[in-house]
């Protein structure tokens, strides 16, 4: 009796693990895709009307379109570098965004997975620009402001070991407690990815022209969303969002022209434009998945102007986050 009593127990936890892992069905249930982020400018802020926007956010919302088939069925939850991987794995949130750089340990130890890169990046310094310190190596026995539990850390000490360099990180628990000190002195440099420091730059009170961003990049920051990696399912449907994007892009098709998109005998454009009644299947998904996407957020070239682009106040150039045909590094697969 007892032994059968233990084994009802083990498949009723085994019954409640399983839905847990279960993500498409739990926000198609829940109505919401769950993002967790922060608050990196240009990849989200919020917006005098309280909305939330930014890169990571259209791709949030682009997840949201795929699955549910409208971009504005998300919740945004604010959860920082050392507790989003938790957060993931316990099922508290869908998929998690943020200055998240993909690393070994991250995609194998911590049960977590990151399906895609859609950001490529790099972690570099910045100092006041009235200061002596106009190259790295002019900051070597300096203080360096940096955020605790990241790569940035790891990164930064690991550069300092194998330069033989006295420089001294001061650790913080949060980006804000890290950028708070730096605005109050309390160190000559900030580092972090590239994109951060831009983006704080550019937003934060007083002057843009008083910090100098310094030239050199002393790591690789593939960036991307984050996933649990209990779900296969949820990982190839948070994978392709991604690329859909890209293909768009490198197809030429615009959340304008996929609606002008002519039938024709092109499998790629047939999936786009969501004519492929078959298309969508594998990933238990409708066969317009694609074309919500395009239609209700856009091609990678859109979501990236709209957010980080010449047109905003970060002014960041494509650089590697180019299509490969205009030197970047993006070479989506096939949407076959």
Not at 77 to 85: E, F, L
Not at 120 to 126: A, I, K, N, R, S
Not at 203 to 225: D, H, K
Not at 314 to 325: E, K, M, P, V
Request: aromatic residues 8%; charged residues 20%.
């Amino acid at each position: 009796m007892k032994w059968r009593l233990l084994a009802i127990v083990s498949l009723f936890l085994l019954s409640i693990a399983a839905r847990a892992e279960d993500v498409l069905a739990r926000v198609r249930h829940d109505g919401v895709v769950r993002c967790a982020v922060d608050m990196t400018p240009g990849f989200t802020q919020i917006a005098a009307s309280g909305d939330a926007q930014g890169f990571d956010i259209d791709f949030c919302r682009a997840i949201a379109a795929a699955v549910l088939g409208d971009s504005r069925r998300i919740a945004i939850q604010r959860i920082n570098t050392a507790n989003k991987y938790q957060a993931l794995a316990d099922g508290t949130i869908d998929v998690a965004f943020g200055m998240a750089s993909w690393t070994l340990t991250r995609d194998t130890a911590l049960g977590t997975q990151f399906p895609e890169v859609f950001f490529h990046d790099g972690q570099g310094f910045m100092a006041w620009a009235d200061s002596n310190i106009k190259t790295l190596a002019d900051g070597r026995d300096g203080t360096v402001c940096a955020q605790t539990q990241t790569t940035s850390i790891d990164n930064l000490k690991s550069m300092l070991q194998q330069r033989g360099w006295t420089m001294r990180p001061l650790e913080y628990a949060t980006t804000e407690e890290k950028w708070n000190a730096f605005a109050a002195h309390k160190c000559q440099m900030v580092t972090g990815d590239r994109s951060e420091l831009t983006g704080r730059r550019a937003t934060m009170a007083g002057n843009v022209a008083q910090w100098r961003l310094l030239e050199e990049t002393i790591s690789r920051e593939p960036l991307g969303p984050v996933v649990s990696a209990a779900d296969a399912r949820w990982a190839s449907i948070v994978r392709w969002v991604v690329l859909v994007p890209l293909i768009a892009e490198a197809r030429d098709v615009t959340s304008a022209s996929i609606v002008k998109l002519p039938p024709g005998n092109d499998v790629e454009l047939n999936r786009l434009a969501g004519r492929d009644p078959g298309f969508g299947r594998s990933l238990s998904l409708d066969p317009l998945w694609a074309r919500h996407v395009i239609e209700q957020v856009g091609n990678y070239a859109e979501i990236y102007d709209r957010n980080l682009g010449p047109k905003t106040p970060f002014a960041l150039d494509r650089g590697l986050n180019a299509l490969w045909t205009q030197g970047g590094l993006f070479y989506p697969p096939s949407l076959r």
